[in-house]
């Protein structure tokens, strides 16, 4: 579902870095959205004016607040509670927090779990299962492997952000969900990174008597499944939304998409402190990490840390036609090469699209892999490298016809069906239904649908002349509930009716077969 409406919107002026590139943690918002983690703010360039006077640029972000929970995760009974502050001690007293007294015990709560966890022995697999079900330890993991790779200065012992649920009296907490009630972690004001405090991981997060320490990291980093994890999130994050590659193109993109009003603001708006020169000159710096961080992680932070070797080896993917591939949380549709090190292995899944099957793995040109799921590590490369080229070929058996569209607005309710396959299909056979109980409520007249043809049927709400003489199914389209599509009797698909916004339907996107909010026409 889209985000269309912003009840409450935060006005940033860039923070620490108004005096540089002023752009630095909005950047890295966007990055850190891209890597797939849950919790970041959307953001926006924005020209503000005050009583008619121009102000400036600024960045518009979104606020974390009960609305950017509901927004996300849909309506809830209880409570989503948010602690701000050092991490090993919450609230920050050096400030001010808003409503503190009415939400103590959710400070409470967390600092009680800090301190018992901190000095817990996450060998013992006992202990390390308790603490799990109090956090959510790969959403820990992920969090901290952003906020080590962009070598965050400024954090944990400051910046830093944690939430959990909080279920309603009689309400039940709903395991492996959100509302699981286990405490989970929000990227926040990334103005430090870049290394201005030096060597984050080694320096400060593993160290026994620097501020900046994190005595539950270190406790987890005890454990060595721990430690491969958090390794395997900073390879994730280091080849994909952080790369040398996309990190750089996505600081072009942002500095472009803001770059005329940040002139105009710098050159006339007597509020200004900065210059166009100047910004471009610290740009320089941000393109310098982003090309240099991969060489400083593998050779530097995580051999001190974790005594790896500081040797890597390369994975390269043709890009994939008609698929995509993840790795991770990250997705890949064009060529692809990532770094990693030699003692770690890596995955990689394969997802064609509407239309088509996989048919193999080629491995260094010659090596044939029939699994979906590709196991690749240093054993497999050649001469410290591996090739790897994916086969995707038309579907050739079980033909089916897919739901490409529908609407729900609950009136004009229709659904959309599509072929996309290369051989005309038949709907003898197919139904559709709004029970899985009665998968056969309405079956389709026999009707012959071209390659590549789309043919509508139309809910018992729907009035128009376009429905004469057309497929028309007894029921409408209700949101939140499921649609089902079947044939002869067995279901092929459960489809999820979105919580769509006025004037907008949800089309399938044959690239990844799900279904997204788009406006109508």
Known sequence: RLRLDFKRVLLRSSGSDLGGAQIRDELNQVAAGMTGFPATQAIRPCSVYLNGEYYGCMWMHDVICDDFFIENYGEYPGIMGVVSGPEMKKPDERYEIDSIEEDQFMYDDYNAMYNKYKVADMTDDAVYEEFCRVVDVENYLFFYAINVYLNNGDWPYNNHKAYRYYAAEGEEYQPGTVFDGRWRFIVHDTDGTFGAGGNLLNSHLLSKTSARRSELFQALMKRQECVDLFIEYLME????????????????????????????????????????????????????????????????????????????????????????????????????????????????????????????????????????????????????HITVTPVVVRQTENLRLTVYEYSADGSQDYLVLYNPHDVALSTKGYQLSDSANKPGRYTLANKIVEPGEFLTVYCDNYVGRETLHKMSMPFSLKQGEYVHFSFENEILEEISILDLHDGYIGRRRLTDGKFYETKAG
């Not at 007597?270 to 000159?281: G, K, L, P, Q, V």
């Not at 890949?332 to 995955?347: A, C, L, P, R, S």
């Open 237 to 384: 994050v280091m080849n994909g939304a952080f790369s040398p590659e996309n990190y750089s193109n996505l600081i072009t993109e942002m500095h472009e998409a803001r770059k005329a009003e940040a002139t105009l603001y710098n050159a006339t708006s007597r509020f200004a402190t900065n210059s166009i020169e100047h910004i471009e000159e610290k740009l320089k710096e941000f393109y310098s990490f982003a090309e240099t961080r991969p060489k400083t992680l593998c050779r530097t932070d995580l051999r001190q840390a974790f005594k790896t070797s500081g040797k890597t080896y390369t994975i390269s993917i043709s890009a994939p036609e008609n698929a995509y591939i993840m790795t991770g949380n990250w997705k890949i549709d064009k060529d692809f090469t990532g770094t990693y090190i030699v003692e770690y292995g890596e995955e990689f899944e394969i997802f064609p699209h509407v239309g088509y099957e996989f048919s193999h793995w080629l491995v260094n040109g010659e090596t044939e892999i029939y699994d979906r799921v590709l196991s690749l590590d240093f054993e497999d490369a050649v001469d410290n």
